[in-house]
């Protein structure tokens, strides 16, 4: 019998909601295995043989070998399907964005949200500092997209890509961040667009067994 492919992950997590909605979009079947990492579970002694830097999201391959990093398994689930583009330079715009979208992007959108809804926040000076100037990057990176988007459809060539996956995850969820998607009417025409695209699913779904 086949073994199907295994997802450690956060379900609050948006980099594991990526590859969750790419999953989904391949109507690739998986066994989903939630991992708590506020209770430590991404640092027992056993998912760090999996994953030695401790994090989700973790896919597990039929053959056993484990690939972490969101970006990477969008790109290894991505070869071969219109997820992923044929031209070189096509290719090189979506690594661009996923760049952008882990140094640029995730870092000063989804950590206002995890400090505010998933954590808890104690709204202390040093806090409030923290994250205002987190939301001050975030809205930077959400100006360089909706400036990107003002006369396009979707990142890169025009068409849905993992550009789009990576890039909306923490975007569709900025509100819970403080941020005011109302000031990018680019990025909220671009988000409705994701969401109509065959086989959406919502950050709160995924497929198990």
Not at 4 to 22: E, F, I, M, Q, T
Not at 42 to 55: D, H, I, V, Y
Request: net charge neutral; hydrophobic share 40%.
């Amino acid at each position: 019998m086949r073994r199907s492919v295994k997802l450690y992950d956060d379900p609050r997590s948006g980099n594991g909601y990526k590859v969750r909605l790419l999953l989904a979009q391949l109507s690739q079947p998986y066994q989903y295995l939630p991992i708590d990492i506020l209770l430590g579970e991404s640092r027992t002694p056993a998912f760090l043989k999996k994953n030695r830097n401790g994090r989700i999201p973790l896919l597990e391959l039929e053959d056993g070998s484990c690939l972490p990093e969101s970006n990477a398994i969008l790109c290894f689930l991505s070869q071969g399907t219109p997820f992923w583009p044929t031209e070189r330079l096509e290719q090189a715009q979506v690594m661009q964005w996923l760049f952008f979208e882990q140094y640029r992007h995730e870092p000063n959108i989804a950590t206002p949200r995890f400090w505010l809804v998933i954590k808890g926040f104690e709204p202390t000076p040093f806090n409030l500092e923290l994250l205002a100037q987190k939301q001050k990057a975030g809205n930077q990176a959400l100006a360089v997209m909706d400036e990107h988007l003002q006369h396009r459809q979707f990142m890169v060539a025009e068409r849905y890509t993992i550009a789009d996956i990576a890039l909306y995850a923490y975007t569709h969820e900025a509100h819970e961040g403080g941020f005011d998607l109302s000031r990018y009417p680019a990025v909220l025409a671009w988000l409705q667009r994701i969401r109509a695209q065959p086989g959406h699913i919502t950050i709160d779904q995924w497929t198990a067994g």
